[in-house]
T-cell receptor
Framework: GAGVSQSPSNKVTEKGKDVELRCDPI?????LYWYRQRLGQGLEFLIY????????KSGLPSDRFSAERTGESVSTLTIQRTQQEDSAVYLC??????????FGSGTRLTVV | RKEVEQDPGPFNVPEGATVAFNCTYS??????FFWYRQDCRKEPKLLMS???SGNEDGRFTAQLNRASQYISLLIRDSKLSDSATYLC???????????FGKGTRLSVIA
């Protein structure tokens, strides 16, 4: 597609439930990134996929968070047993080179 | 010390004013630098790269001082549409993700 597509755009879930967030990057972009942005805060790096290399998971805040990417296409970020502190906007970006990021419009997650 | 530090603001300026934002970074080996703009409840978008010699794009001027590990953004003749949060962004090296500052909020007032 023309841009990075994220779904759902909004998600309200009950504490303790699992959620899956999806990111569809720009075609041809080998790199894909997940960031989290809490209300009024900056972007917090979560995980980075580059081609077929092992992902950089150094930003994942706990083992409740995981992400997958199939080849150079769609990625899913899964949060298990959601907590209220997981409430945030989850932003996905893709790039062809090292730093020409294009962000999706994000998934706004609210844990109640 | 945070990797990328910015004054959070807010900066409230009248239309037509000149405003400058500063940013410092902690990793002296950082290679590339950028300013992103984020509108309220929107995703960040690249505003401009920052080059060692300084660079200008219309009303926007970016400067880099590697010795002081300091980056700046100057906006001249501010417009109402410039109201946004400006994110200072640093790239270290190799296969590493961009590091974002928390942003400086600008409100341009009529």
């Amino acid at each position: 597609g023309a841009g990075v597509s994220q779904s759902p755009s909004n998600k309200v879930t009950e504490k303790g439930k699992d959620v899956e967030l999806r990111c569809d990057p720009i075609s041809g972009h080998t790199a894909l990134y997940w960031y989290r942005q809490r209300l009024g805060q900056g972007l917090e790096f979560l995980i980075y996929f580059q081609g077929n290399s092992a992902p950089d998971k150094s930003g994942l805040p706990s083992d409740r968070f995981s992400a997958e990417r199939t080849g150079e296409s769609v990625s899913t970020l899964t949060i298990q047993r959601t907590q209220q502190e997981d409430s945030a906007v989850y932003l996905c970006a893709s790039s062809r080179d090292t730093y020409g990021y294009t962000f999706g419009s994000g998934t706004r997650l609210t844990v109640v | 010390r945070k990797e990328v530090e910015q004054d959070p603001g807010p900066f409230n300026v009248p239309e037509g004013a000149t405003v400058a934002f500063n940013c410092t970074y902690s990793n002296s080996a950082s290679q590339s630098f950028f300013w992103y703009r984020q509108d309220c409840r929107k995703e960040p978008k690249l505003l401009m790269s920052v080059y060692s010699s300084g660079n200008e794009d219309g009303r926007f001027t970016a400067q880099l001082n590697r010795a002081s590990q300091y980056i700046s953004l100057l906006i001249r003749d501010s417009k109402l549409s410039d109201s946004a949060t400006y994110l200072c962004v640093v790239f270290h090296s190799g296969n590493t993700p961009l590091v974002f500052g928390k942003g400086t909020r600008l409100s341009v007032i009529a």
